[in-house]
């Protein structure tokens, strides 16, 4: 007995690491082949197919994955309770029955409003009576009913007013696998945030939110948390701080009809090792532009029409 002990020791010690090895292997090759995608154009449902159904429901994220959309968009908030919610604004009015702040309303309280009536009102055009009474869903919903066969891309929503949100958004994804698995991107228009998911794990790509509008002289172009100047006057160095930390930027194209961005800037962030995700379009015409100027993805409310259009590129 005590001659074969070290020898079975031996043998299960290196069938353990050959089995960590595979893992570790099979990781790298999931997050490598999710790098070499994002270089080709992604199809990005912006809070699902929100032009058809109610945003952040099941309605719009069913809709955006049957239209084929490459990633499926979330707004994270957290619940008073510290679950994280989907959902885009800080308050509870646009987009259900509710009154009052997210943070300030358990996740029980939130579960219990009506997410789908707004939208009947909003978009007759689009309307359907299944969707009145539809409910906002958690991280872990949205996790639980599709798993590693989607990708998701997160927006941190309001980070100062949830410390502790990037911990808790990192931890559940890597309890999932779905950052080993490459299935998702995190975004936001906070430094710091995507700075602490950066320093939380390293593997998940990051996006640089921006919004560019005219300053207080009505003229030149201001980027909304000062990330970056203006797009005339945008620097290599510029871009380059935000390479240290994350693999591209996600700006507005649009400022009230308004081009804010051109070809040159697009141009100017690949010369950069940066990614170019331009959100939020919805026109055709817009679409085809910002191919043709080398976009590397857009958001939309209507992922149909954007596969349609970059059918008709390839």
Known sequence: MSTLRPALSSTLALLGSTTLLVSMTAQADALEQQRQDLQHFQVIAHRGASGYAPEHTWYAYDKALAMGADYLELDIHMSADGRLVAIHDTTLERTTDGQGLVKEHSLDELKALDAGSWFNAAHPEYADDAYAGAKLLTLDDVIDRYGQDVRYYIETKSPKDYPELQDA??????????????????????????????????????????WYSP????????????????????????????????????????????????????????????????????????????????????????????????????
């Open 215 to 314: 300053g207080e002289d009505g003229d030149t172009l201001e980027e909304w948390t000062g990330v970056t100047p203006s797009p005339a006057n945008i620097t290599d160095a510029d871009f380059q701080a935000i390479a240290d930390y994350a693999d591209g930027v996600g700006p507005n194209y649009l400022y009230e009809g308004e081009p804010v961005i051109d070809a040159r800037f697009i141009e100017q962030a690949h010369a950069n090792d940066l990614l170019v995700h331009v959100y939020t379009i919805n026109d055709k015409d817009r679409m085809r532009r910002l191919l043709d100027w080398g976009a590397d993805g857009l958001f939309t409310n209507f992922p149909d029409r954007l596969k349609e259009v970059r059918a008709e590129a390839e």
């Open 169 to 210: 958004l990192v931890s559940r994804l890597e309890a999932e696998g779905l950052v080993q698995s490459g299935s998702v991107v995190i975004q936001s228009f906070s430094q710091a945030s995507l700075q602490e998911v950066h320093k939380l794990n390293p593997d998940i790509p990051l996006i640089q939110l921006l």
